[in-house]
């Protein structure tokens, strides 16, 4: 059950944006395209081996109002923290969507 209270944080989404980086490939950022509210509920920690490197990936359930299309492609980010959207579902109740997402630790 989704209580309005329960939606109580402000995340922004991003969308990628991928130019040219002069040297034949791409380079991508993100541009903000919408503030959302949002229920976040940590789920699981666990450290992983990246690129020869030590790192931890925490995931989280994200929940928003529906309405909106995103993809695995955005991202949420709140304040300085990012989620990497890993997978977007239909919610039990129809007017939310259930995120999963790992936070970003670079």
């Given amino acids: ?7 109580d ?5 991003e969308a990628p944006v991928e ?23 940590p789920l699981a920690a666990q450290a992983v081996v990246t690129a020869d490197r030590l790192a931890a990936a925490a995931t989280h359930r994200i929940v928003i109002r529906a309405g909106r299309d995103i993809t695995t492609r955005h991202r949420l980010r709140d304040g ?8 977007v579902r239909d919610h039990a109740r129809p007017r ?5 997402a790992e936070l970003i630790t670079d």
């Fill in 19 to 41: 130019s040219a980086d002069g040297a034949g490939g791409m380079t991508r950022s993100y541009q903000a395209v919408a503030t959302l509210w949002a229920s976040v509920t």
């Fill in 80 to 87: 300085s923290r990012a989620f990497r959207i890993v997978a």
């Fill in 96 to 100: 939310f969507i259930d995120i999963r």
């Fill in 9 to 13: 944080r402000r995340l922004v989404l």
């Fill in 1 to 7: 059950m989704i209580a309005p209270g329960d939606l």
